[in-house]
């Protein structure tokens, strides 16, 4: 698909992921959606776990990245992949990832200019969020990522949860859509959550930052064409 559109900051959109317990084998003669138990239900973002000699996925394809799927797959023997359970973060009001490499200074005396090499690769993802109760005070809300939580419901019920020290899939949207024509364009990475907070100002809205560091996973950008009808 071949045209040009101008993202604007309503076609973001923030999704946190987690692969499904069940992990799907391919044979070589199954499609995704018979592996997967029915039409439908092998369409989705698949995290590849294994890649047999023989692979339906690109070589370039990593085991631990995702392929997004129709369903129509065909998976050849030893590819095993499990389906990305997806949670909207529905208090995010905005993302911004930054990246950078490490700058090493290798000027000598008969420079005249400074010279120098490049290292690692470094990410920095900031996660924008309005406070919103019901959302972010639930277990796998913003604040119930980073504080233990304690509920006590109308009826007396008490739920206390506390957030888990593990990394989270992370889904950022720069153009979320289903519409055949379109494209669906993202950045995946895994990554832990470094800093947040809560507070609130006069006069503003209730907003708080999540800043979000790599780790596992290394980040990927992913374009899909939505194909016609």
């Given amino acids: 698909m071949n045209h040009e559109y101008e993202l604007i900051g309503d076609d973001c959109q923030v999704v946190t992921a987690e692969p499904d317990t069940t992990e799907l084998t391919g044979d070589g003669t199954q499609t995704l959606d018979a592996l997967a138990g029915g039409a439908g239900n092998g369409k989705g973002l698949f995290l590849v776990t294994a890649k047999g000699a023989t692979s339906f996925f690109p070589a370039a394809l990593n085991v631990g990245e995702i392929m997004p799927c ?5 998976l050849g023997a030893g590819d095993t992949v499990r389906k990305m359970l997806l ?3 529905g208090d ?3 993302w911004n990832a930054s990246v950078s490499r490490a700058e090493v200074g290798v000027t000598r005396l008969c420079h005249k200019w400074n010279k120098y090499r490049f290292g690692k690769s470094d990410m920095t993802l ?3 969020s309005i406070t919103t109760l019901g959302v972010s005070d639930k277990a796998e809300g913003t604040l119930g990522r980073t504080f233990k939580l304690f509920k006590k419901e109308a009826d007396g019920t008490i739920t206390i ?5 593990k990394p989270v899939y992370f889904i950022g949207y720069i153009r979320e859509t289903d519409l055949p024509g379109e494209t669906n364009a993202f950045i995946f990475a895994q990554i832990m959550i470094s800093a947040s907070g809560v507070g609130g100002s006069l006069g503003s809205a209730q907003s708080h930052d999540l800043a979000c560091r790599l780790t596992g996973q290394d980040p990927v950008f992913y ?3 939505i194909p016609m009808p």
């Fill in 70 to 74: 129709d369903g129509s797959e065909v």
């Fill in 87 to 89: 949670e909207v973060m």
């Fill in 92 to 94: 995010a009001s905005g």
């Fill in 126 to 128: 900031t996660i924008s």
């Fill in 161 to 165: 949860s506390t957030p888990e020290d």
């Fill in 223 to 225: 374009s899909i064409d």
